[in-house]
């Protein structure tokens, strides 16, 4: 039987495993339950598996003649949202949900798994899949930590993603950055705590807030160019318990993204300049505050010769060039840590589907996909394993 028709017969199969992962979420470290699910279906496969960083999942798959290792990964771990979807599949546990498609990546890559154990003759070289945990904060940099690229080396990684921005029907497959930079800040605001009618007396964090939030846009307008993506938000302010009470202290939280490579040693600073402003701005209004930073994800950079061998694909895949397009998002995902260290490319799978109602964006509790998509992201798995390990790309 031809690949196509393999992957096709799995179809019913593969939808049943996303339905699963998607009733049954676990947050980042906590997927035991999923673990346990991934390691039964790729061992009845004949697969050794191992643990890695707890409730990571590895297995490899040995080809008819040694190789180059093509590592092919997808993330497991749920985000603490309460479901809102009317479906029959809906989480069962209260307030985590599969709202950015992981249950889809995993559904993918274990049917992946299986149509190619049954092709290991087809191709030399080692295919390692990889089921990483807690991608939303920092899980990949653990895996790596632990080995996750070496025994035996990774030659190259490749990963994809389910896109609601994205028309389903089409693929999106580009080179160089592809998804943002990111930093994470916690800051307090410390002043004097007084009465509304005599703020004189007082020292106000709410308008030292209320300045810093206004002034620090001007990080991205003023002093680093336009052609260089860079969006500061504020997610969240808290402060004060009553009306007519000034607070002795306000919190803020929000991020920094960038399509370039952050820290101390770029050119464009981004996070060195926030901390430099909003340190002069309290001053400005006699405030003193508190800046905690951490560095949660860098820019994720598509390899050049990947991305070719991956546009090929995707148009054997689509059977329509037109269907492949670009696709840059200021999101963030760890798979950058595995693309910085060996060559990579990351795809976006269209499946945003306005008659199925599968545009909303993803971390929505109303999130969900267009699951006519899943068998071309099998696809795309099983026959970019194959045409990397014949071809001389990196």
Not at 28 to 47: I, P
Not at 50 to 70: C, E, H, N
Not at 205 to 230: F, G
Request: some cysteine.
């Amino acid at each position: 039987m031809q690949i196509s028709g393999r992957i096709e017969q799995y179809r019913d199969e593969l939808i049943t495993l996303r339905r699963s992962f998607h009733q049954h979420p676990e947050l980042g470290f906590e997927e035991h339950h999923t673990a346990e699910v991934v390691e039964s279906y790729l061992k009845d496969l004949g697969l050794t598996t191992r643990r890695v960083t707890k409730t990571g999942v590895v297995a490899l798959l040995a080809g008819s003649r040694p190789g180059r290792v093509l590592m092919l990964r997808a993330d497991m771990d749920a985000l603490p949202i309460n479901e809102e979807n009317d479906v029959d599949y809906r989480s069962r546990n209260p307030g985590v949900m599969h709202a950015c498609g992981h249950d889809a990546h995993m559904a993918m890559l274990l049917i992946a798994a299986k149509v190619l154990s049954h092709n290991k003759d087809a191709f030399a070289g080692t295919i390692k899949f990889v089921f990483q945990p807690n991608e939303e904060i920092a899980g990949a940099l653990r895996m790596i930590e632990e080995g996750v690229l070496e025994h035996p080396t990774v030659d190259a990684v490749m990963g994809i993603h389910v896109w609601t921005p994205v028309e389903s029907g089409k693929i999106g497959i580009t080179a160089g950055p592809v998804m943002g930079g990111l930093d994470v800040f916690k800051m307090t605001i410390f002043g004097k705590g007084g009465h509304t009618g005599v703020p004189e007396d007082a020292v106000d964090p709410v308008i030292a807030a209320a300045n810093l939030i206004q002034t620090v846009q001007m990080i991205q307008t003023r002093e680093i160019s336009n052609l260089k993506s860079t969006i500061i938000m504020f997610g969240r302010i808290s402060g004060g318990t009553k009306s007519n009470i000034i607070p002795d202290k306000v919190d803020l939280e929000g991020s920094i993204r960038f399509l370039y490579k952050g820290g101390p040693d770029s050119i464009e600073q981004p996070t060195e300049r926030f901390r430099r402003i909003a340190e002069q701005v309290c001053q400005t209004h006699r405030c003193t505050c508190r800046i905690e930073i951490i560095h949660e994800n860098i820019p994720l950079i598509n390899h050049s010769g990947l991305t070719e061998l991956a546009r090929q694909t995707a148009a054997e895949v689509f059977k329509d060039r037109n269907a492949v397009i670009d696709n840059v998002t200021m999101a963030s995902e760890d798979f950058s840590e595995f693309s910085q260290r060996v060559p990579g490319v990351f795809m976006f799978l269209g499946a945003g589907n306005e008659k199925k109602g599968t545009t909303l964006p993803h971390h929505n509790p109303r999130f969900n996909i267009d699951e006519d998509v899943l068998l071309n992201g099998v696809a795309m798995h099983v026959r970019g394993a194959l045409n990397y390990l014949s071809m001389n790309v990196v």
